[in-house]
């Protein structure tokens, strides 16, 4: 099988020769730069210059060669956001880990150091993102809506955000893709609603005006809506008919439960989750719908089916009710589910090599049936960059990613 029709045979719930692999196929099944500095070292492409195409989270782009090293399935069509305000159009060398790499960022990436040591991104005089000393992400420190208490606030910031030269970046950039590979190619559009909030008005005060101000905060989620329907237009006229798969995301879930409630969740965001899905498969029928939701979702699964989502990633195994043999028995003739092929909170991060291979082996044989497509690398967990990553590691790694379902 080609990767391609690796990744669809799974979609499609149906057998593979293998299970799907996907280092860096989307932003959660992304890697920190530093870990893909030490990977690019192992596998010895020593000269390969890392870059980071999403400086919130500093993930960087994986490179073909080592791809096909991982034997990882997907590729992410990238939007052209960088993260604030930068485009990866274009680049521009950085040495912002100290570290004697070579580092590119997208142009536009200009940070700052504070008098306690922090990066500052500013934008018009604004600090919009910090990263602590010795840290190893951005945290974003600027809510435009913040304390907004009518629509023109949200009308001057919500609004269609695909031009020309980005859908001119998308087709170019797939393109390449299609001609240079066989693998499945995930469109990254977003289509966030609850991270939106989040973002735009901060976490806290969101959350607390969907109780205390929810006509405005509807205005603002239909907005939301309305910009998404004509992005998406334009996006599946320029690259609908030659990607696999189009991804959206929310996180809707926490460690212990779900972020917000049922009611909640079934009255403002289910069915603008619908309203997304069912304007995708009304222009493109055949296109996959993936949702990334994070947490303990369990309760909200059967609603994503029913808006029309059909592939449901990370699967956070530890989370609340989130066990694979649950999800396989309750749900796996309606939904793909991908991820899950490692506990990724402490095994993958502190467990010995053979407990995190065993982990692997079990997980596989457990769920042989399940027809799910796996997160199966050490090296992809975003939030993780600190694991000394071996030779005897890739070795393992090499042999664990060849076990069959059969």
């Known amino acids: 099988m080609t990767s391609r029709e690796r990744i669809v045979s799974a979609m499609r719930h149906s057998e593979s020769d293998r299970v799907p692999i996907d280092l860096g196929g989307m932003r959660s099944t992304g890697i920190h730069a530093i870990a893909y500095r030490r990977l690019c070292d192992l596998l010895g492409f020593s000269e390969l210059s890392v870059k980071v195409y999403d400086v919130h989270q500093m993930l960087a782009h994986v490179d073909e060669c080592v791809r096909k090293e991982i034997h990882s399935d997907v590729i992410e069509l990238k939007r052209l956001n960088g993260g604030f305000g930068t485009r990866i159009d274009s680049w521009i060398e950085c040495d912002l880990f100290k570290n004697s790499s070579k580092y590119l960022f997208p142009q536009g990436f200009d940070p700052k150091k504070a008098e306690d040591g922090s990066l500052v991104i500013a934008r018009d005089g604004i600090e919009v993102a910090r990263m602590p000393q010795g840290g190893h992400y951005f945290d974003r420190s600027y809510f435009p809506l913040h304390g907004a208490t009518g629509k023109k606030e949200i009308d001057m910031v919500v609004g269609p955000k695909l031009i020309d030269q980005e859908t001119e970046f998308l087709k170019r950039q797939l393109g390449k893709i299609r001609n240079s590979t066989e693998c499945a190619v995930i469109g990254a559009f977003g289509g966030n609603f609850v991270e939106a909030g989040h973002s735009l008005f901060g976490y806290q005060e ?13 205005y603002f989620l239909d907005r939301l809506l309305e910009s998404y329907q004509i992005d998406l237009e334009r996006y599946l006229a320029a690259v609908g008919d030659e990607i696999d798969i189009i991804q959206i995301g929310d996180d809707y879930g926490t460690q212990g439960n ?33 949702l990334h939701s994070c947490g303990s979702i369990y309760p909200f699964i059967p609603d994503f089916i029913d808006a029309g989502i059909q592939i449901l990633n990370p699967v956070q195994t530890n989370a609340r009710n989130i066990e694979p043999e649950k999800l396989k028995r309750k749900f796996g003739k309606d939904i793909v589910f991908r991820g899950g092929g490692c506990e990724t909170q402490h095994t993958l991060p502190f467990g010995s090599l053979k407990e995190v291979e065993d982990d692997v082996k079990k997980r596989i044989e457990e769920n042989r049936y399940f027809r799910a497509w796996w997160r199966l690398c050490l090296f992809s967990h975003p939030q993780y960059s600190g694991r000394s990553i071996t030779r005897e590691d890739l070795q393992t790694f090499r042999i664990c990613v060849r076990i069959r379902f059969r």
């Open 206 to 218: 969101f959350m607390e005006r969907l109780i205390t101000d929810l006509p405005l905060m509807e």
């Open 258 to 290: 779900t972020a917000i409630s049922p009611r909640v969740f079934r009255s403002i965001f289910k069915p603008r989750l619908k309203a997304v899905c069912d304007f995708i498969h009304s222009r493109k029928p055949e296109l996959f719908i993936f």
